[in-house]
């Protein structure tokens, strides 16, 4: 396991690489309305890359096919666009998107809710972005990587969902995907210790049902198997001596 610790300079250039993905996620967020279909949100990222002058990170990552990845409803992540998926009024949709610029990797997500959604939707994506927000709070200097899953799991099961454990966060920088893996699930006071420079992609991925997870014929569309809701969030996030440092938010 090579952990990559980053200097003040190149969590610069993760913070600029972070904000392209964040005004990117804007403008998704913005298009996301009953009648639009999935592939046009992938359009909007695709020239938002070029506006900004970034290169996707997804597209033909291990073959994906796009610069986004769009999961309504059952589909936990790795949702592919598609011409004829057209969102209506009560889905949810993660949208989870990356790029890189000079040399740096972004990686952000949100779900978000089309139109007025039941109840029961809405507490679900409500409660994994707060989870997030409280396993970026434990993102200090001293702290363990297990505290940071913990932080997760605990606000969610005791909200009786569970916690997707066949994908995880991971380190991010010159790559995409860097030691170490960070599980949204975990021991508190385990793991490695938190050190200054480290930078982490963490992304709580829930469902609202049970947390088994299968993979669809196409090799990337993850749904969960008894086909309850599933919300996704993720942050890039760099620990510094001052505290976690949110680098993806806008
Ligand atoms: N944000 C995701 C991740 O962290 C999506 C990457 S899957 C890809 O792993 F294939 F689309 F790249
Ligand atoms: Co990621």
């Known amino acids: 396991m090579k952990i990559y610790l980053k200097t003040p300079e190149e969590i610069g250039k993760l913070r600029a690489v972070n904000r392209i993905v964040a005004a990117i996620l804007d403008e998704i967020e913005a298009a996301v309305k009953p009648g639009v279909s999935t592939l046009e949100l992938n359009e909007i990222a695709d020239r938002g890359i070029k506006k900004h002058g970034a290169s996707s990170a997804f597209l033909n990552y291990h073959g994906y096919p796009a610069v986004l990845c769009t999961s309504v409803n059952e589909v936990v992540v790795h949702g592919i666009p598609r011409s004829d998926v057209i969102l209506k009024e009560g889905d949810i949709i993660g949208i989870d998107f990356g790029c890189f610029k000079e040399g740096f990797c972004g990686d952000s997500a949100r779900t978000l809710c089309v139109g007025k959604v039941s109840r029961e939707a809405r507490a679900l994506v409500d409660a994994t972005r707060e989870s997030l927000a409280r ?5 200090v200097v001293g702290n363990r990587l297990q505290d940071i899953g913990w932080a997760v799991q605990s606000y969610v099961e005791e909200r009786g969902y569970s916690v997707v454990r066949s994908f995880v966060g991971h380190g991010i920088g010159r790559a995409m995907h860097e030691d170490p893996a960070v599980p949204n699930y975990g021991t508190p006071g ?19 049902g049970l947390s088994d997870v299968e993979v669809k014929d196409d090799k990337w569309t993850a749904v969960t198997k008894d086909g309850s809701l599933s919300a996704h969030f993720e942050h890039s996030v760099a620990i510094t001596e001052d505290g976690p440092l949110i680098l993806s938010q806008s």
Do not use: T
């Open 190 to 208: 385990r793991g490695l210790r938190l050190k200054p420079g480290l930078v982490l992609a963490i992304e709580p991925m829930v469902n609202a």
């Open 135 to 139: 396993a970026i709070d434990h993102c």
